[in-house]
C-alpha cells in the first residue's frame, strides 16, 4: 500500500518562481493536511481540507494556497516563493477531520523545498 | 498563548530506560499525541492519551496528567533503532494539533 505520496522529493526554486508540491493518497481518507517543518520548531499547520470540496486556513497560511478537487490529491501552491519558504513540506492525512478526536495521522515522507 | 514544552536533546544507552517529557498549555484538550521521526522520514504515530494514567505498547508507554498538564514517553530496553526525535502534540478544544519542537533522542552502544 503505497499510503500517502509527495512529490517533488527536493526542489531549488528561485525567489519569485511558482511552485506546486503533489500529495497523492490511496487511503481514501477524508481530511488531508500540509505542514512545515523547520529546526527548532514544531510542525505548523499551512492549510487543511476535512473533504473533499472543502479547504481552510491553518496556522501559517501566507503564501500558499491549495484545493482539494477530489479525496486522494491535495496538492500546495507557492505562488511568488520567497527564502523564508524554505522548509521541509509535509503532506498527512487521516480517516476524520479537524472536528473530530481520532487524531492519528498519517504522513509522507516529505518535500524539502530550498528557496533562494 | 497554546505552547508544548520538550527537551531539545537526550542521551540514553542501549537496553536502558529514558523518559522523556511534555508538557502543554492548551486551549481546552482533546488528546496528547507522540510520534517518532527518524531523520530524514515522516513521522509515525505512537500513542493517543486522552485520559489520565499510563498506557503500554510494548516496550513503549504513554502518561498523561490532564491536570498537570504533563505527558511524557517511556522507552524500554532502548535499542539503536530508538534513535530518532520524539514529537509531542496536543489538541485543542477546537481539534487543532499544536507541535512541540521534538526531542531527539541519541543512543549509545
Known amino acids: 500500500t503505497a499510503g500517502i505520496t509527495q512529490a517533488p522529493t527536493s526542489q531549488i526554486l528561485a525567489a519569485g518562481r511558482s511552485m506546486t508540491l503533489r500529495c497523492t493518497q490511496d487511503?481514501?481518507?477524508?481530511?488531508m493536511y500540509w505542514y512545515r517543518q523547520d529546526l527548532g520548531l514544531g510542525l505548523r499547520l499551512i492549510h487543511y481540507?476535512?473533504?473533499?470540496?472543502?479547504?481552510g486556513k491553518g496556522e501559517v497560511p501566507d503564501g500558499y494556497s491549495v484545493s482539494r478537487a477530489n479525496t486522494d490529491d491535495f496538492p500546495l501552491t507557492l505562488a511568488s516563493a520567497v527564502p523564508s519558504q524554505t522548509s521541509v513540506y509535509f503532506c498527512?492525512?487521516?480517516?476524520?477531520?479537524?472536528?473530530?478526536?481520532?487524531?492519528?495521522?498519517?504522513f509522507g515522507e516529505g518535500s524539502r523545498l530550498t528557496v533562494l | 498563548g497554546q505552547n508544548i514544552d520538550q527537551p531539545t536533546e537526550m542521551t540514553a544507552t542501549e537496553g536502558a530506560i529514558v523518559q522523556i517529557n511534555c508538557t502543554y498549555q492548551?486551549?481546552?484538550?482533546?488528546?496528547l499525541f507522540w510520534y517518532q521521526q527518524h531523520a530524514g522520514e515522516a513521522p509515525t504515530f505512537l500513542s493517543y492519551n486522552v485520559l489520565d494514567g499510563l498506557e503500554e505498547k510494548g516496550r513503549f508507554s504513554s502518561f498523561l496528567s490532564r491536570s498537570k498538564g504533563y505527558s511524557y514517553l517511556l522507552l524500554k530496553e532502548l535499542q539503536m533503532k530508538d534513535s530518532a526525535s520524539y514529537l509531542c502534540?496536543?489538541?485543542?478544544?477546537?481539534?487543532?494539533?499544536?507541535w512541540g519542537a521534538g526531542t531527539k533522542l541519541i543512543i549509545k552502544p
Open positions: 498527512a492525512s487521516s480517516s476524520t477531520g479537524v472536528d473530530a478526536n481520532t487524531g492519528e495521522l498519517f
Open positions: 487511503m481514501r481518507h477524508n481530511a
Open positions: 481540507s476535512n473533504t473533499a470540496g472543502t479547504t
Open positions: 492548551t486551549s481546552g484538550f482533546n488528546g
Open positions: 502534540a496536543a489538541m485543542d478544544s477546537n481539534y487543532q494539533l499544536i
